[in-house]
């Protein structure tokens, strides 16, 4: 079993970065393909990004270009940095494993852009 907190959401003009981070407790960290997903208002969750242990990265084409995920194996934390972001943007960011796991799923830290 694991826990994961996510931080570091908060409110930003378009075209502002911000930078997430999800501190992982338990074994799941080293041995899983991570992700951040994220809904908006009304809409579906979704994948936006996600990392293999070694190091291997994927994104969303709506984020393709402007957000980096990394990870650091020894902090067991991973992080997402949001630049250019778009008023489209805003919506809840939560971290877990890719495919993602029910048991994992936390409160999420909220990213808003403002136009």
């Known amino acids: 079993q694991g826990q994961l907190v996510e931080s570091g959401g908060g409110l930003v003009q378009a075209g502002g970065s911000l930078s997430l981070s999800c501190a992982v407790s338990?074994?799941?960290?080293?041995?899983?393909?991570m992700g951040w997903y994220r809904q908006a208002p009304g809409k579906q969750r979704e994948l936006v990004a996600a990392?293999?242990?070694?190091?291997?990265?994927n994104y969303a084409d709506s984020v393709n270009g402007r957000f980096t995920i990394s990870r650091d194996n020894a902090k067991r934390t991973m992080y997402l940095q949001m630049n250019s972001l778009k008023v489209e943007d805003t919506a809840v960011y939560y971290c877990?494993?890719?495919?993602?796991?029910?048991?994992?799923w936390g409160q999420g830290t909220q990213v808003t852009v403002s136009s």
């Open positions: 990392i293999t242990p070694g190091g291997s990265t």
């Open positions: 877990n494993t890719e495919p993602s796991r029910a048991t994992y």
């Open positions: 338990g074994s799941i960290f080293s041995i899983n393909r």
